[in-house]
């Protein structure tokens, strides 16, 4: 195989693995393109990488998705060599027998992989709502905010993040993982997101610090920075929280992503924003970084607006140009810098 047709073979494989791994939605995958590749005498052997990078990926194996994901996926990729191919695969049906028989669980897991070679795996409910919040699955704007961390690291090192709104955690455990925080704080409202969270945090390989009320008066807190930054998973109830209670997590950086999701939503959001706003430290009130998908422009003008009424300045940040995550490649997302 010619080196130009090798980096295209690279490069659709990296491409399925990518998709397969964060369940991304099939029809996202480049199946035309893998048709083309499946002409060539090659096809057999760039299929069996893909059933490698894929369903027998080490990581799906481990911690595996949805089954009927996988079952809709095996069909799919059945279905593209039988149209090209007379002999069968057995490699391919043999997998598919085993999805078949298996049981579908109430939890799933994606896996996103990051630069450094290492990755986020995070349980997720298989329901897109279920149990009466949206925090259960990771959203777009997550993807996009964690993608500009990694690309602005010291935005992160060495400093506190409290994130709002972390829902399953993956902005949160990607920037853990490659930013180096010293401290992380998770927070969310919901009971059984806070599990999850939790879970997740686990999952991933990182320790959990006791849910205190005053995290700065908690020795961990306090120590010198190591490795892997201490993480918190804290309840946050954004209408009920006090300035004093915010101001205990010595925040030097906040976050959030995904949550303009209503109108008393982001009265609410204003408001923990305004409270933040008096969390000085070193004669300074933390930054703040809020990335959301613009599924509605009067929701956005709203926030602006309101942001405006509370005297919180704001400039938007330009889009950046790393693309590591697979999501929907038509979603319009933004990123706002507040000043608080």
Not at 21 to 34: G, K, T, V
Not at 37 to 47: M, Q
Not at 155 to 184: D, N
Request: glycine residues 4%; hydrophobic residues 40%; proline residues 6%.
């Amino acid at each position: 195989m010619a080196p130009e047709e090798n980096g295209e073979a690279a490069r659709l494989l990296r491409s399925f693995e990518r998709r397969f791994l964060a369940a991304r939605a099939l029809r996202s995958f480049p199946w035309q393109s893998l048709e083309e590749k499946l002409r060539d005498s090659s096809g057999s052997e760039l299929l069996l990488n893909i059933l490698q990078k894929t369903v027998k990926h080490p990581l799906c194996v481990k911690h595996p998705p949805s089954v009927k994901y996988a079952r809709g996926f095996l069909s799919e990729l059945i279905r593209k060599h039988e149209a090209v191919h007379t002999e069968p695969l057995d490699e391919l049906y043999e997998a598919l027998a085993e999805v078949l028989t298996a049981e579908e669980p109430t939890q799933c897991h994606r896996s996103y992989l990051l630069p450094s070679g290492d990755s986020v795996t995070l349980s997720e409910s298989t329901a897109i709502v279920s149990h009466g919040t949206t925090g259960l699955v990771t959203w777009n704007a997550a993807l996009y905010l964690a993608e500009w961390a990694l690309e602005n690291p010291a935005a992160f090192t060495h400093r506190t993040v409290l994130e709002l709104g972390s829902g399953v955690g993956l902005t949160g455990l990607a920037i853990c993982k490659t930013c180096r925080p010293r401290a992380y704080i998770f927070s969310d409202c919901h009971s059984r997101v806070l599990e999850q969270l939790q879970g997740n945090v686990l999952l991933n390989g990182l320790s959990l610090e006791p849910s205190v009320t005053a995290p700065a008066q908690h020795p961990a807190f306090k120590t010198p920075d190591t490795e892997n930054p201490r993480v918190m998973v804290a309840r946050l109830d954004w209408d009920v929280v006090t300035a004093p209670q915010l101001a205990a997590f010595w925040p030097d950086i906040v976050i959030a992503a995904d949550v303009l999701y209503c109108p008393e939503t982001i009265l609410s959001l204003v408001g923990v924003l305004q409270k933040l706003s008096a969390c000085q430290k070193d004669q300074q009130a933390p930054d703040a970084y809020v990335a959301f998908t613009i599924r509605n422009p009067e929701t956005c003008q709203l926030f602006t607006t309101e942001l405006g009424r509370a005297g919180i300045l704001w400039e938007e940040l330009p889009r950046h140009d790393q693309k590591l995550f697979p999501y929907e490649e038509h979603s319009e997302m933004a990123i706002l810098k507040l000043t608080l």
